[in-house]
């Protein structure tokens, strides 16, 4: 018994290669949450730089920016601003 990719019906071949509509709506809508997360955590940091002084902690910078990131991907999770929802509705055929 061997496993080659020749033993393999052809049409079986096609089926695997090609994703599944759904799966590929669900794909394209993590990425478009992801992207506006990605928006959202420089939204929050360039906010948060524009009103900070300049004797600012490292450290505090540090967990400024982990806690913005935790916030955006929060927020784009539960909806967002709609970033997300209108590439996925763009990307619809």
């Known amino acids: ?5 020749a033993s ?3 049409d079986a071949l096609s089926v695997m290669a ?7 709506s669900a794909t394209a809508a993590g990425a478009a949450q992801q992207f ?5 955590g420089q939204m929050l940091r360039s906010a948060h730089e524009s009103g900070e002084d300049d004797d600012a902690d490292s450290s505090s910078d540090t967990m400024r ?3 913005n990131q ?3 991907q929060l927020m784009a999770k539960n909806g967002g601003v709609g970033i997300a929802k209108m590439i996925v509705k763009g990307l619809e055929p």
Request: hydrophobic share 50%; no cysteine.
């Open 1 to 5: 018994m061997t496993n080659s990719i």
């Open 70 to 72: 935790q916030f955006a």
């Open 36 to 40: 506006e997360a990605l928006l959202l």
């Open 65 to 67: 920016d982990v806690a």
């Open 8 to 10: 393999v019906p052809a």
């Open 18 to 24: 090609e994703p599944k509509p759904a799966h590929k």
